[in-house]
């Protein structure tokens, strides 16, 4: 605890430096360019349950500015670098989420998935609500909540009716997630199916193709071409769609949204686990920027050689909205939230947002 003091000192300038870059009062004039950022205008509560018409902004547009961690790029080359991030990081994602957050995400992530207790459907008709449910997990990686899911509806709750599809936009992520899942039992292997998809467009999807070998050699084109779809995602086919880790990576985020609302459900519930701000504990606030800016590039480069890869991750933490922003674009798509809209997770490293798609 000694030692605490001085390297807060230490840390200071470069928290600093990093929080200044997204201050709110900085960001008030930035927002504006970002399509991540809040639409200017709230939806009132009449037009929020219909979806007739989309604003502009929740309309993907290659050429327009967003962040791609503090540097100001366009959605189309931010989508293109994600995926160069994330077809690099694939082989070396597990072991690298253990050692950066020491565990702490399987913790976050057994809890997401039990405050979602899979199996029992507040949709199902009847007297038991163990009916079938369809679980969408979309940015779903190497498959670390659709297993959980699966083994919360199928083993605790009994119910295996549930089946899960996982989905991302990455091939190199999915393939890792289909390898490990082939030591899943066979039922919930058969439950499960992998989709490759842009969460911004979930009419345009395919089932997993295996990568080709010039595709394994490279960190390049190991994404999602819409051009090749064969399939989408119906409106109103999904009974609960998560997202988790993922949404702060994406190139439009209330498109993303638009589309959750879409396939889901009247009555459906939108959950989504991602880092958030821990600002109200700034002692700890300073300890955790600290650990993230000088360690996790650090040990990225040491475990997984990649340094620029864990650098852009911790810096789209940093970029990602507080929990109250996010909340209410969750609610300017058209989502209702009961109380707060949001559950902080050790201390608001982590926090869990939820809505759900209005019943008519
Ligand atoms: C940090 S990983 C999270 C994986 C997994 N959900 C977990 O919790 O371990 C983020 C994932 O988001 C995916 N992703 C990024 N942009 C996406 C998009 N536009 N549509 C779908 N998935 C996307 C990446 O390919 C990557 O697999």
Not at 7 to 21: E, G, K, T
Not at 122 to 151: E, N, V, Y
Not at 174 to 188: D, E
Request: charged share 20%; aromatic share 8%; glycine share 6%.
């Amino acid at each position: 605890m000694a030692a605490a003091p001085g390297a807060l000192r230490r840390a200071l300038p470069s928290i600093r430096s990093a929080i200044v870059q997204v201050h709110p009062q900085n960001k008030s004039q930035l927002t504006r360019l970002f399509s991540t950022s809040l639409p200017s205008q709230r939806l009132d509560s009449s037009s929020s349950s219909s979806s007739s018409s989309t604003p502009e902004y929740a309309i993907p547009d290659p050429s327009r500015p967003t962040h791609f961690g503090f540097e100001t790029v366009t959605e189309g080359e931010k989508r293109e670098r994600v995926a160069g991030v994330f077809t690099s990081v694939a082989e070396s994602y597990d072991r690298m989420n253990d050692l950066m957050s020491f565990g702490w995400h399987r913790v976050w992530k057994d809890h997401f998935v039990a405050s979602l207790n899979p199996g029992f459907s507040p949709l199902t008709a009847g007297p038991d609500p163990r009916g079938s449910q369809h679980i969408l997990d979309i940015a779903g990686g190497t498959g670390d909540i659709a297993f959980r899911m699966l083994h919360t509806a199928h083993v605790l709750n009994n119910n295996p009716s549930v089946r899960v599809t996982m989905s991302d936009i990455n091939r190199a992520m999915l393939t890792v997630g289909k390898q490990r899942a082939s030591a899943l039992p066979a039922s919930q292997q058969a439950a499960l199916s992998f989709v490759e998809a842009n969460a911004e467009d979930l009419t345009r999807t395919r089932p997993l193709q295996p990568l080709s070998d010039a595709e394994k050699a490279t960190t390049k084109h190991a994404f999602f071409d819409p051009a090749t779809a064969t399939s989408s995602i119906p409106s109103n086919s999904v009974d609960l769609y998560t997202v988790a880790f993922g949404i702060r990576n994406f190139s439009n985020i209330p498109a993303a949204l638009r589309e959750a609302r879409r396939v889901l459900k009247p009555g459906g519930v939108f959950a989504c686990l991602e880092f958030s701000k821990a600002d109200k504990h700034p002692l700890f606030n300073a300890l955790y920027k600290e650990w993230s800016f000088r360690a996790i590039p650090l040990i990225g480069q040491l475990v997984a050689a990649d340094r620029d890869s864990y650098q852009y991750l911790v810096e789209s933490i940093e970029r990602f909205p507080s929990q109250e922003e996010f909340r209410d674009m969750i609610v300017d798509a058209g989502f209702v939230v009961a109380g707060d809209g949001y559950e902080d997770l050790t201390g608001g490293v982590a926090a869990i947002h939820k809505g759900m798609k209005p019943r008519a």
